[in-house]
């Protein structure tokens, strides 16, 4: 409501009025110009290799997504001030992604939980550890009276020695449920690659192909491994034979953006797209040996007509795609979450993964995987599925005890699945948490967790590229708060209470990793190194690169029952809730630069916003900056309106990451958060949850709001400030 | 300057040495006293920074007396702030130096007294930051004191008239105090009269 504040009360807000003093500038901890403020301690001992003011790298492994890229942490005078890429990784060779940079601001963030926290009449009080680990004693400790069936840890993706140490803590109690959930995931992919070519990550060699087909996956900013396709990426584009990129998609994304033919399709029928396609593809001479009867009698049901009458994209503009792709050999053709997200979710995806089986991509830019040696260390990537499990489960009171780490889902569950109303139907929940965030609110009991710049741990992304590498993180600095405790070190003591004999022996997780690393040794390769060694060259390079076994791709048919969905006249768009490289699915929304950098295409800041395309906009009398709400059948969200073309007519898209009712102060109360009012669909085969399927109305509210974004406008308003040329003209003029 | 010479020289040549060596010491004293005269006036083609700054007293939880450990007992200031040579910023002496010395030394003084305790609770006094710069600002003390002690090899143990360029005269202080403006005009000016890299991107980066 800038607009309307008075420049007086804008001075009085920001403390500049009349009256407002400045305080703070006598703390001991101030940081000041000013003579004899600021403190500057010196070492009681030096450390030999230790001088003021000369940085050290470090090697670890990054958490921001679960990508698990490696990273170099510049460290100072005891302190991480820097992130960077580590060369040496396969997954991101030296590259970071501004959610990587941004990681210091979680390990520097002023509202972390710094101490235990007990629930008690009704309110979270701070206790003790020893208080804590009392009551884990008698709650799931060895002489607790406990139903193990009734024991669940809630995680996100959770690899390396994490997973195996909740396996084990799992093991110990007797229990098998592990809920593990991600908003943004790509397990409908996972799960066609499994059934179709037995393989549930292949590698994707952008950097092979000629043409990149891409149905919503945004592979440069959201989608499985983006700073390693970003790096492929740029090799595609850098070869000789410049790489083309067709994006197809609902609402534009970072990738989309980068694309050379931009195409908005009517949401939820990319499926019908890719099977006219195929239909084109046959009719013009592309070989369909490899594919069945069965599935060719399913192609040519999907002429071009027909299918320009479903996507709403024009015959041409289908012919034109489908030219360049048997013109441009080898493609690649990936499907992204916005495809992944409906009802006929797992369809739509295998009839585009059969594109690359019909143009033969399979084996040249989509590789079979390495099998990595150690199955309990693979990701056990999260999904959506599992919170629909979980919720299930609680509804149904099936839980006494349940561990929360990485996780957060009464932020990110949908009202329709009633899980704040029903949270408290577990007796006893402890949340594993860094930050004040919703599921923390909700807990018994708030275990501080490190930040994972002062934490240990492996990291086994679901997605491997040539070289197999588990990544290693280590402390890049002492705790900043001495309270807090490693997820590791947790787990360990947990595990020492039902277990004295085998566990007790471990202090920490550091004993641990030392140990399990001793026995990993010969099975990756590293047998003819002491322990000492194996252990050293893993923290010095932050990885253990593993030589894995190709997996070998075999062609299973699946026939994709490709449906397209029914009008809604009640709710005539759809809830487009994109993700976006910054806030992600909201767990980087207390982190100022990520709020501060602006979407990478409405260059919006620190808010929420409703993307709507122009007509769409005119038909329903909405102006850019209008506040409209967006209602589905399960709330109502009020939010400012943004017009943009780069969105199809039928798509209503709200950015995730915002919306928080918790999670500190720069996320608490800002934006709306979308999916909160998404309607409980299912993919069929998967039972994930289909996110983009959500049918919403729009109309106003007769509110007006100031939107912040950068630049502004989207015009030069005639005055050619960035000139351009098209590439006929630089062709002809050789750029002169 | 000569006096400098003649210390190397005294050191080179030792009164200790074989004779052989002797004389091929003497024949590198001769070398190096040309070499010193044809750079002659060296200490004078450096133009110290002008201008000063009315610097408040700070409160410290020793009352360190530079002048004592400068003046009287002629300790280099490099001794104590080791890290000047090395590193972007000096540093404050780990309190284990502190303690080398003041184990013996003055032990009956209520300040080594104090300092004593400190050390004995494993702590290192928080001292109050005199001398900074903002952090757009990449001031490295190694890189000046290469120009304008060790690459004109001024002697090393008149090192505290060039800290003086930007502290004062430490040996006149107790607790030190900033008596210098250290701010761009002022590093400027002495960057445009001796040569100083004058490159945004030197500084701010």
Known sequence: MIGKMKRRDFLKALGLG???????????TTVTLEEGKEDVVSYLLPEEYAIPGIAVWYASTCTQCTAGCGIHGRVR?????KIEGNPEAPINVGKTCQMGQAGLQGHYNPDRITAPMVREGGRLVPTTWEKAQALLSEKVGAKSTLNADRVAWFTGTLSGHQRALVNNHLDAVGSKLHFAHEVVNANVWQAVSRDMLDDPMPRIRLDKAKLILSFGADFLATWVSPVHFAGQYSKFRTAADRGALIQVESKMSMTGGSADLWVAIRPGTEGA?????????VANGVNAAALTAEVRDKIAAYDVQKVAGITGIATAQIE??????????????LAGASVEGQAQGYESVAAIMLLNVLLGNIGTTIEPSGKFPFPQLEAKSGGTGDLLAFTKAVEQKQLDVVFFYGANPLYSAPAALKLDEQINNIPFKVVLAQFPD??????????PVSSYLEDWGTHVAAYQPEQNQMGVQQPLMQKLYGDTRGFGDVVVSLLALRNTAQWGAFTDSYGYLKNVFATMKAGVGAGALSNDEFWNNSLQTGMVKVDAPARKHTLK?????????????GFPYYLVPSPRMGLFDGRHANLPWLQESPDQIAKVVWDSWAEIHPSTADKLGIAHGDVIKVESEHGALEVKAYLIKGIHPDAISIPLGQGHTEYGRYAKNRGVNPLK?????????????AMYATRVKVSKTGKQDVIIRLGHSDTQHGRRLARTVSVDVLKRTKGA | MVRWVNKQVAEIAGATAPRALRHVSWIAAVALMWAASSSAGFAQDIVPPVGLHQGEDVVQPIEFPHNIHVEVNKINCMYCHTYARRSKVAGIPPTSKCIGCHKIIATDKPRIQKLTEYWQKGESPKWKKVHDVPDYVHFTHERHLKKLVFDRDYPVEDVKEICAFCHGQLKE???AKKVKPLNMGWCVSCHEKNGGPSDCWKCHK
Request: charged share 20%; net charge positive.
């Open chain 1, 320 to 333: 034109r795609i489908g030219k360049a792709l048997k013109a441009r050999s080898p493609s690649v053709v």
């Open chain 2, 173 to 175: 202080m107790t607790v």
């Open chain 1, 438 to 447: 919703e599921t923390a609110m909700h807990a018994d009991l708030v275990l």
């Open chain 1, 77 to 81: 005078e005891g302190r991480v001030l």
């Open chain 1, 273 to 281: 797209l890719a099977l006219g396609l195929a239909n084109y593809l």
């Open chain 1, 557 to 569: 048919p699946v026939v994709p029952n490709v449906a397209t969905n029914a009008p809604d006249a």
């Open chain 1, 677 to 689: 009012i998404l309607k409980r669909i299912t993919d069929a085969k998967t039972g994930e949850l």
């Open chain 1, 18 to 28: 009349g009256t407002a003093t400045l305080v703070g500038c006598d703390l001991p």
